[in-house]
């Protein structure tokens, strides 16, 4: 679990006040990490890119430690409360450089559905192009062109919209390309926070969760459904693993998320103040994280594979 | 509402004021001062003693006390560059003193007659708050030696559980409140322990979840049943006058994780906005703890998602078995003293 770890790690360097965000993507990473290795064929497409941080740490780059995501903020847009209003839509982008160490590889094209998306990912110098495509829609680019396409976010799609899409990424995949994703189990079903606690009221349930229950299980298949899946979709799996366990998941779904906004205010207006020492204080902040969450890195012991909530494939063409 | 007109959210609320880093600490004392008030702790006959005042917070707003908005128990948290991310466990970051602190508290109008306390720091916080006449340091497990025997009308007790040797201590209650006096407990079920952290996180490193659990499963397995605390009690001399349940497994639940776990990285925040943005602080904090209050509501309802049966808490009015049960049961010799008398 040392890359686990060390994805942890870097990733609270920009979510360090997503704890439970930065840790649930370093076991989804960590599982892509052990599933592609380090070869990725080229060209190479990342459908859903979103800012392009995960995959520039993925790919071993690292930020200055003084970056997060939170400095481009407006904080006017931040509403008091959780509403499903996205905090990160208006942000002031500068040109900044972000980079300490540069990411060892370069897609060749990275496909997001917001243009503040594309203009924070154009900064990483990972991409070598960047495109805006609507979520649910197809891939902007010719027909059997990339080796490998790497789709983080598919899940996101509505049922019906999945397999529409995938024919739409199936399209632009080389006969003996590669598709690379990530989707939850159906145990993901079992082990959903709020079923299980379904006295809270429906709005309060909606505001905490702020649309994540829907999109951990509108996809929950069992890993023979998934294959049956891909079967009736022209694809076959070459290679497959598991991740996350039921633990990890419960902490994502809460997490700190419902204080966010006051964290944000408190710590914006120190960042203005008294910038070393609000330096200083997100080093303690981060150093206490890694201590209080590593353990939730490593995989419970005595964990079966029936126990972890998400799957990562690699898929190819049935028939190139 | 019962409970003498204040509802969990006045005290959630109250309590949030003081405890505003930790609010799932916040949540759990309204549970239980809310059952306590329930249980008139608040008006025991007299003279009454305090078991266990702790700072003193708890027995303050259980008088129906308020404090001030700067009013603050971080205020005097020191964390030490040594105790930084060293762990959790053995470092008890309340237990130091800023010499010179008053808090401008309302005065209560009942106050516990006799107050124990078994940390030096405690007699100094709690003594802030005027909610007891007297109070004293105490050795815990050692005999209530200072108090004559059937000398207090009533006693409100709610860290018994933490006691090691519960009969001994029940014993000592039994022999120092009068005959119809009133003893006011709280104590685990059996249940609780099913519901720890430590079950959850069941399979990961046993270290880290020692430090996040800080004891405390430790004393969830002192829980019982209803049928299990009636034993001790009776075996200990006291018999059951009244009895209910409390705390929803969902409180519980956000109680086992909360914010603990962030504990130093939250001071260090309140430490320098306090420093470096003074006039600002207050609003940051009025804001945070208007989130919390939003945010807990659904957990300060009566049931929270548990029927009264599935709540994992009970708590208690106990009264002196009468001596002819005692006994009837070998606890009074012949010649009327009680055995175990310290």
Redesign the interface.
Known sequence: MIITRKLFRSLLIPWWLRPERALWDAHAFAAIVRLTGKKIRRPCLEYGCTDGTYSFLLHGGELKFSYDDYCELNLKSVP??CSRKDFFRQPKISPKQVIRKKAKFTIDLGVSWKPYHLKKAARLGLYKKLALCRLGNGVPSPKKHFATIWAPNLFWNRPERFAVVMRSLQKSLLANGRLILIVPDAAQKKYEFWDS?????LH?RKE?DRGIRQNLLQNAKSNQAWRAFFKRNGWRVSKHEKFLPP?VG?VYQIG?R??F???L???M??RK??YR??LK?KK??I???L??????C?L????GLHRLLWHAYEIRRDRP | MKSGAIGRKDLFRRLLGGLWLRPESALWYSHMLYAARKFSAHRLPRPCLDFGCMDGLNSFLLMNGTTPEKFDIFDEVRIAKSD??S?LVGNDYYDRIKVGTRWEVTRVRRKFDLGLVWKKSHMTKAGRFGAHKNLFLWKPGSPLRDIPSSSLGGVWAPNLYWMQDLSQILREFARVVRPQGRVVTIGPDASLSENMLAR??????AR?LQ??DRGRSENAKKGKTLEGWNRLFRRSGLQILRHERFLPP?VNLAYEIGLR??F??LV??RN??LR??PG?YLS?KR??I???L??S??LLRD????SKGGQLWHIFELTPLPAKKLLGQGRISQSGNKKGRA
């Not at chain 2, 049931?303 to 548990?306: Q, R």
């Open positions: 008091f409360g606690h379904p006295s809270v009221p309060y905490l633990l419960w700190l419902p204080l906004p006051n964290f205010k408190i710590f207006e120190l103040r008294n020492a609000f204080m303690n902040w150093q206490s994280m201590k209080n969450l590593d353990p939730l490593e419970p012991k005595k964990s | 930084s991310c762990g959850l996180c069941k399979g990961y490193d880290w430090r996040l969902a776990p962030m130093e990285a260090e925040m320098l906005a470096e943005f600002k940051f804001d945070w208007r989130r919390l939003h945010l509501a659904p049931s929270s998602g548990a």
